[in-house]
């Protein structure tokens, strides 16, 4: 059990079904991102370390609790639908820090290995750093930041550009593209960047088909 102000989560592996509706199907669709951007990434093979089945398992699971942290936030500032304010908005950068604190809470003994569990951690509270230095929570910057957590920033900042919000209309994946790449050494690593220009084609087959999964889900 974990508490934040009035919000108490459970320490199971459920929580994530207790996100709302648009943020599992945002964080399935930034794992699905990732699986094709880790087909080009030898570094994050190499550093896994275990077969391709576990890698992609894993790496399902990280995007899956990647903005777990969010269920820690008040409702106003979770399913708020206009702009957040700038005290909201340090409020909701805490995510990354509340969601480490509730995958430690479940514990590894949830998940099928060390490695699978730690590849999780490693998404959970970096998504949000920044290449040079000035992302959050902690301001790691480069090859600080793990591998994991560099593709899923470009992969998280993708489908935030194509989808549309209760706040914002999406761009085109073409634009979405422009924006991401302008931001190599910036916002993004040249090896997510890399991977990113490798996966586009495909991600833009899929991103151009309905991308809705199982409401359970
Ligand atoms: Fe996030
Ligand atoms: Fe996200």
């Known amino acids: 059990m974990i508490q934040k102000g009035e919000h108490t989560v459970d320490n199971s592996r459920e929580p994530f079904f207790k996100l709302p509706y648009d943020v599992r199907q945002h964080s399935i669709r930034v794992g699905k991102a990732i699986l094709i951007m880790s087909e080009y990434c030898d570094e994050l093979k190499n550093s896994f370390g275990g077969s391709k089945k576990e890698l992609d398992a894993a790496i399902t699971d990280a995007a899956k609790y990647h903005d777990i942290g969010k269920l820690l936030l008040s409702d106003e500032i979770l399913c708020s639908t206009g702009p957040l304010s700038e005290t909201d908005w340090t409020v909701m950068r805490l995510h990354p820090v509340y969601g480490e604190e509730l995958m430690l809470s479940i514990g590894e003994k949830n998940f099928p ?9 490693e998404l959970v509270k970096n998504h949000h750093e920044r290449y040079n230095g000035k992302g959050y929570p902690c301001g790691i910057k480069g090859g600080e930041i793990p591998v994991i957590a560099q593709l899923g920033a470009v992969a998280d900042v993708f489908d935030a550009l194509v989808s549309r919000r209760s706040y914002k209309n999406k761009v085109s994946i073409n634009k979405a593209s422009e924006i991401i790449i302008a931001e190599e050494k910036e916002h993004f690593s040249p090896l997510a ?24 889900a």
């Not at 290995?113 to 951690?121: D, P, T, V, W």
């Not at 960047?193 to 359970?216: H, M, N, R």
Request: with cysteine; hydrophobic share 35%.
């Open 113 to 121: 290995s060390k490695k699978h569990y730690e590849l999780i951690l």
């Open 193 to 216: 960047i890399e991977c990113y220009k490798k996966s586009l084609p495909l991600l833009a087959s899929i991103y151009s088909k309905k991308l809705t999964f199982d409401p359970k």
